[in-house]
């Protein structure tokens, strides 16, 4: 079983930027596919981005250009680089990992406000 644990939500005024970590409890070399999604209030959980073990990235047409998924594998984290933040961006951030099984992560809150 993998466990996801997130950090880096927070605060943050328009236009500004937050790093999301994602450490997983085993190596990311045993974990075929990892994506960051988020969920907004009233709205349904939606795809951020994703990254596979073999280095595969895409990203939600909302969020290109402004963010960047990466993997550190020594680490076993995985990162969302979020830059020129936007209200709309307002969301809780869960990370799935994915073997044969699916797990996510808590979540953590984001908060885009002057």
């Known amino acids: 079983q993998v466990q996801l644990v997130e950090s880096g939500g927070g605060l943050v005024q328009p236009g500004g930027s937050l790093r999301l970590s994602c450490a997983a409890s085993e190596s990311t070399f045993n974990i075929n596919a990892m994506a960051w999604y988020r969920q907004a209030p009233g709205k349904e959980r939606e795809l951020v981005a994703t990254i596979t073990s073999g280095g595969t990235i895409n990203y939600a047409d909302s969020v290109k250009g402004r963010f960047t998924i990466s993997r550190d594998n020594a680490k076993n984290t995985v990162y969302l680089q979020m830059n020129s933040l936007k209200s709309e961006d307002t969301a809780v951030y869960y990370c799935?990992?994915?073997?044969?099984?699916?797990?996510w992560g808590q979540g953590t809150q984001v908060t885009v406000s002057s």
């Open positions: 799935k990992a994915t073997t044969t099984l699916h797990y």
